[in-house]
Each structure stands twice: as C-alpha cells, then as structure tokens.
C-alpha cells in the first residue's frame, strides 16, 4: 500500500512515541512501564485513526485506564489465574457498557496486570501517563470531528464474549494451559470483529496470518536479542512490512513484539502456538456464527 506524507509522519511519530515507553522502562529497569496495548492504542489512534476509536477521545484515556486498574486490582485477590481473567473480563465488559465505549484495546490494558502479575503502582502511573499523551494528540490532530459516533455496545455481543471467554478459559484450564487464558491481542481483535455487521473467512485468515505472524516476530527476535529496547526497534518495523504484505490495518498486531517482551518465560515460549489456537477457536468460531446466526449480524 503507498503510504501518504502524512502517514509517514504519523507511522514515525507513532512508532517513536511505543519506542519511547520502552526506552523508559530500560532506563529505569521497570517492565511494568512496556505497555504492549499502547503499541495497540498508538497504531489505532495516531497512526489509522480509526473512526470508531477517536470517536470520542477523553474515552480513549478513561476506558483503558478505568480496565487496568480492574485489572491491577482483580490480580491482588487471591485466587486462580483462571478465575482472575474471567473476573476481570466481566468487570471490564461492565465498565465499558457503563462508558458507552467499544474500545476494544481496553480489555487488553484490563488483562495485563494480571498476565504479567503487576504489582507497582508504577504500572498504573505508566497506563494514565500514556493514554493521557495518546488522548491529547487525538485532540490535536482534531479528524475525530469527521468521525461518527459509535454505537453502544450491543447486550447479545456482551453475552457471547462472555460465554466465549468462559469457554476458552475454561477449556485451557482442563487440558491444563491456564497460562493460555489470556491473550490480549486476540481478545482486542474478536471484540471489535464480533460488532461488524460481517466477517469473511478471507478476512479472518487475514488477521489470522498478521497475528500469529505478529507474535512469531516478537518472539523470534525477542529471543536472539535480550535488550527490550533492541527487540522492539526491529521487531515493530517487521510487523508493519507484515500488515502491509496482507493489505489490511490491525493495531492489535503491534502489540504482540510488546507483550513478547513482558511475558513471564512459560509463556513466551509457547506464545506463537497459543496465538494459533486462540485465534483459530474466536476468530473461527465468529465466522460460524456470522455466516449462520442472523441476530449475531444485527448491529442496529
């Protein structure tokens, strides 16, 4: 795809903005500050200006900051890995039902804190910092105006995201995989899919490919170069060569090299294949449901 002036900036301003968070965690030694959803965030605000994201920009500091804190404290209480996740998601869907926002990277902001055991409030003090800087450049870009509003978030999605994630949960849980309850860029992309009136199996192989070829990236280099700041500097790039090889643009997929870099080491490893499996159950399962189930295409 040929990429304008103004994307150009955009893409350097954006990718220098991810770089900047992660050098800050390098140069205070906290991994707590890489906040892998704001590599989501930046790429869907700044960098595609998604319509429906920008919408309502003050949401794009509230809701992502209002599920990390769910999620920060969800991760306090004691009890089951797999429990926390399903926790914290109901909380989330609630919050964002309250807000009237379909921010769908919110639930990966929401999820973080408990994947990576967040314990600092520094976590939280990174997450208001970042999505506050990502919500003043939407107002300074000023394309929010053009945009239409989002419709509020249907109850039927709410329920299959739940019943889904009950699912999946508890399916990982059984064979023994809790660790693969969480995957936060697959969620992002199955919520905003799940409120398309559509939803294509070439679509879905698409965003398939980018994900799992996102996350293979991050992993990958992640391995051969230990520097977080190093990492991202080469694996970020890669992932837009990736999306532009497809023709599609996923914001999610930018946060995969970043959550390869926070991972605790039993999951890293296994990150690609989780990718695999977890894309393949939601985003197959929402194709089914798509192409078969009239009041899933329902949108008004």
């Given at each position: 795809?040929?990429?304008?002036?103004?994307?150009?900036?955009?893409?350097?301003?954006?990718?220098?903005?991810?770089?900047?968070?992660?050098?800050?965690?390098?140069?205070?030694?906290?991994?707590?500050?890489?906040?892998?959803?704001?590599?989501?965030?930046?790429?869907?605000?700044?960098?595609?200006?998604?319509?429906?994201?920008?919408?309502?920009?003050?949401?794009?500091?509230?809701?992502?900051?209002?599920?990390?804190?769910?999620?920060?404290?969800?991760?306090?209480?004691?009890?089951?890995?797999?429990?926390?996740?399903?926790?914290?998601?109901?909380?989330?869907?609630?919050?964002?039902?309250?807000?009237?926002?379909?921010?769908?990277?919110?639930?990966?902001?929401?999820?973080?804190?408990?994947?990576?055991?967040?314990?600092?409030?520094?976590?939280?003090?990174?997450?208001?910092?970042?999505?506050?800087?990502?919500?003043?450049?939407?107002?300074?870009?000023?394309?929010?105006?053009?945009?239409?509003?989002?419709?509020?978030?249907?109850?039927?999605?709410?329920?299959?995201?739940?019943?889904?994630?009950?699912?999946?949960?508890?399916?990982?849980?059984?064979?023994?995989?809790?660790?693969?309850?969480?995957?936060?860029?697959?969620?992002?992309?199955?919520?905003?899919?799940?409120?398309?009136?559509?939803?294509?199996?070439?679509?879905?192989?698409?965003?398939?490919?980018?994900?799992?070829?996102?996350?293979?990236?991050?992993?990958?280099?992640?391995?051969f170069l230990s520097s977080w700041l190093l990492?991202?500097?080469?694996?970020?790039?890669?992932?837009?060569?990736?999306?532009?090889?497809?023709?599609?643009?996923?914001?999610?997929?930018?946060?995969?090299?970043?959550?390869?870099?926070?991972?605790?080491?039993?999951?890293?490893?296994?990150?690609?294949?989780?990718?695999?499996?977890?894309?393949?159950?939601?985003?197959?399962?929402?194709?089914?449901?798509?192409?078969?189930?009239?009041?899933?295409?329902?949108?008004?």
């Amino acid at each position: 795809m040929h990429l304008s002036t103004t994307e150009k900036k955009n893409y350097l301003i954006g990718f220098s903005f991810i770089i900047i968070m992660v050098a800050s965690a390098t140069m205070l030694n906290d991994m707590e500050i890489i906040l892998p959803e704001i590599g989501a965030l930046t790429a869907g605000t700044w960098i595609y200006q998604n319509g429906t994201w920008i919408n309502q920009p003050l949401k794009i500091f509230l809701a992502p900051s209002g599920t990390a804190i769910i999620g920060f404290l969800v991760n306090q209480l004691t009890i089951s890995y797999a429990q926390k996740v399903l926790l914290g998601l109901l909380l989330m869907l609630i919050l964002l039902r309250v807000l009237h926002s379909n921010l769908a990277p919110s639930f990966a902001t929401g999820l973080l804190p408990i994947i990576i055991n967040a314990t600092h409030w520094s976590f939280i003090v990174a997450i208001l910092l970042f999505t506050l800087v990502l919500t003043c450049g939407v107002f300074l870009q000023g394309n929010y105006k053009n945009t239409t509003p989002s419709s509020i978030m249907k109850k039927h999605h709410m329920i299959i995201f739940a019943i889904m994630a009950l699912v999946w949960v508890g399916a990982v849980w059984f064979f023994g995989f809790s660790q693969m309850a969480a995957i936060p860029p697959v969620m992002v992309v199955f919520f905003e899919v799940l409120q398309k009136p559509e939803y294509s199996l070439k679509m879905a192989s698409k965003h398939f490919l980018a994900l799992v070829g996102a996350a293979s990236i991050g992993v990958l280099v992640h391995t051969f170069l230990s520097s977080w700041l190093l990492s991202a500097i080469i694996a970020l790039p890669l992932v837009f060569v990736l999306l532009q090889l497809l023709r599609i643009k996923l914001p999610a997929a930018f946060a995969f090299p970043l959550l390869a870099l926070v991972l605790p080491e039993n999951m890293f490893h296994m990150l690609p294949v989780t990718a695999i499996l977890a894309t393949t159950f939601f985003l197959g399962t929402i194709v089914i449901l798509k192409k078969y189930f009239s009041p899933i295409k329902v949108t008004e």
